[in-house]
């Protein structure tokens, strides 16, 4: 169970395209400013003030409509777009399937004249922030690499549609990388998008990098029985994540226990999600007394900074746990897996080769298994490619992926020759 506990913890460690951003002096100030503000007494570990706009006091009749909607600020706009609008909407909370919830995010659209039809709508699927509201992307706007990659996509006339994915903004504590909470965020801004008058197609491509592709992954996934009237004609996932016991033990053997490791942080975000599910879970009984104002810290401190503070403390696994919270880490890995490998689209899956976060043996797991389960994959390896470079180094083959699913072109996948 001791060896068991490492390898689960780890996998949480995996770095899933951190997106904390740098922003300007004057949105950072107002966001600490918000985070401190007064507070609602039913706030839940992540909650802080942020606006007016991110809480809904009223009524929420069906999932996939839209509540309400203001223009971006400047720093949070993303370049390219010539419409910047933040979004709330409403949604079925992920972890109990039935009660809903409002969630934020974003529209960009593109500049010029929208074709017949409508500019092609993508739906991108951000990476791991935090699970505190001040890092929800529409609120503390996005990394520089990913503004960029909007912006190569808003640049082709797609637009483009964000979710903060369900309590990262709004209330409630983010249910951090549990698969079915991202898809049924993503499934209903993408409903609440078309069926509000913006001028996007009725077609979706989804895509998403790392965290955010396994959130793509798991859209198209969860899409056939959640939100059939859902037109999703691809997807795209670069540095996918997948949690299979093979993976885990790639992992555990990338990472000693005894060795200085900056992707510690995302052990404490997991930790998060155990506590979202076990209110009686408690973080002292298990992480280490020095260790614990860090851990505590993820309820108020977006991801780059929660890494900053491991690497100064020189934090290892053996330094973080004085017991091992397996059976609770059990439990939330439970929420991270996918409904099917069976996909209803065709999928485009992009490996760097030099990538240490999401390992290129765990992506090909994913990829071996959805090809044998019947999706049709196109998998492209880039063996010069880290995690975060396989991006921006993709985009030779997914942009003409990409418009080949908006044309409704017969696209072949490739499982009969993968790359690995």
């Known amino acids: 169970m001791k060896n068991l506990s490492k390898i689960l913890a780890v996998t949480a460690a995996m770095a899933l395209s951190a997106c904390s951003t740098t922003m300007d002096a004057a949105l950072t100030s107002t966001a600490a400013a918000s985070s401190t503000a007064t507070k609602p007494s039913n706030m839940t570990l992540g909650d802080s003030y942020l606006s007016d706009f991110y809480f809904y006091a009223g009524?929420?009749?069906?999932?996939?409509?839209?509540?309400?909607?203001?223009?971006?600020?400047?720093?949070?706009?993303?370049?390219?777009?010539?419409?910047?609008i933040r979004l709330l909407y409403t949604s079925t909370d992920g972890i109990d399937g039935k009660e809903l919830t409002a969630v934020s995010g974003v529209l960009f659209l593109p500049k010029g004249t929208a074709p017949v039809g409508g500019w092609p709508l993508m739906a991108w699927t951000h990476g791991t922030v935090g699970i505190a509201d001040i890092c929800a992307p529409s609120?503390?706007?996005?990394?520089?690499?990913?503004?960029?990659?909007?912006?190569?996509?808003?640049?082709?006339?797609?637009?483009?549609?964000?979710?903060?994915?369900?309590?990262?903004?709004?209330?409630?504590?983010?249910?951090?990388?549990?698969?079915?909470?991202?898809?049924?965020s993503n499934l209903d801004i993408?409903?609440?998008?078309?069926?509000?008058?913006?001028?996007?197609?009725?077609?979706?491509?989804?895509?998403?990098?790392?965290?955010?592709?396994?959130?793509?992954?798991?859209?198209?996934?969860?899409?056939?029985?959640?939100?059939?009237?859902?037109?999703?004609?691809?997807?795209?996932?670069?540095?996918?994540?997948?949690?299979?016991?093979?993976?885990?033990?790639?992992?555990?053997?990338?990472?000693?226990?005894?060795?200085?490791?900056?992707?510690?942080?995302?052990?404490?975000?997991?930790?998060?999600?155990?506590?979202?599910?076990?209110p009686k879970f408690k973080l002292a009984d298990y992480v280490?007394?020095?260790?614990?104002?860090?851990?505590?810290?993820?309820?108020?401190?977006?991801?780059?900074?929660?890494?900053?503070?491991?690497?100064?403390?020189?934090?290892?696994y053996n330094r973080l746990f004085k017991k091992q919270p397996t059976e609770h880490l059990v439990k939330a890995f439970s929420k991270m897996g996918y409904p099917t490998l069976?996909?209803?689209?065709?999928?485009?899956?992009?490996?760097?080769?030099?990538?240490?976060?999401?390992?290129?043996?765990?992506?090909?797991?994913?990829?071996?298994?959805?090809?044998?389960?019947g999706s049709t994959i196109i998998s492209k390896l880039y063996p010069d490619l880290d995690h975060r470079g396989v991006v921006p180094g993709s985009t030779k083959d997914t942009l003409p992926f990409v418009k080949a699913a908006f044309a409704g072109a017969k696209i072949e996948g490739n499982c009969g020759n993968l790359p690995f």
Not at 59 to 84: F, H, I, M, V, Y
Not at 264 to 274: C, E, P
Not at 342 to 371: E, N, S
Request: with cysteine; hydrophobic share 40%.
């Open 190 to 278: 993408i409903r609440a998008v078309q069926s509000s008058g913006f001028l996007v197609s009725d077609q979706v491509v989804l895509f998403g990098q790392s965290q955010g592709a396994g959130a793509a992954f798991a859209t198209a996934a969860y899409a056939p029985d959640y939100a059939p009237d859902v037109n999703i004609v691809g997807a795209v996932a670069t540095g996918v994540p997948f949690f299979s016991p093979e993976a885990l033990v790639v992992l555990q053997e990338s990472r000693p226990p005894d060795r200085v490791d900056p992707l510690l942080g995302y052990n404490l975000l997991a930790l998060s999600l155990v506590q979202r599910m076990n």
């Open 139 to 184: 609120w503390n706007g996005r990394q520089e690499q990913d503004r960029t990659h909007l912006q190569f996509w808003l640049n082709k006339g797609y637009a483009v549609v964000a979710s903060d994915y369900q309590g990262l903004g709004t209330p409630g504590t983010h249910p951090y990388l549990a698969t079915r909470p991202e898809a049924y």
């Open 342 to 373: 069976t996909l209803p689209v065709p999928t485009f899956v992009g490996t760097g080769g030099k990538d240490k976060d999401t390992p290129p043996r765990m992506q090909a797991a994913l990829v071996t298994r959805a090809c044998k389960a």
């Open 59 to 84: 009524n929420l009749e069906a999932p996939g409509k839209l509540l309400r909607q203001e223009p971006l600020t400047k720093a949070q706009s993303n370049p390219g777009a010539a419409q910047n």
């Open 288 to 316: 280490s007394d020095d260790v614990l104002p860090i851990a505590e810290s993820v309820q108020n401190t977006c991801h780059k900074d929660i890494k900053a503070k491991v690497v100064a403390e020189k934090l290892t």
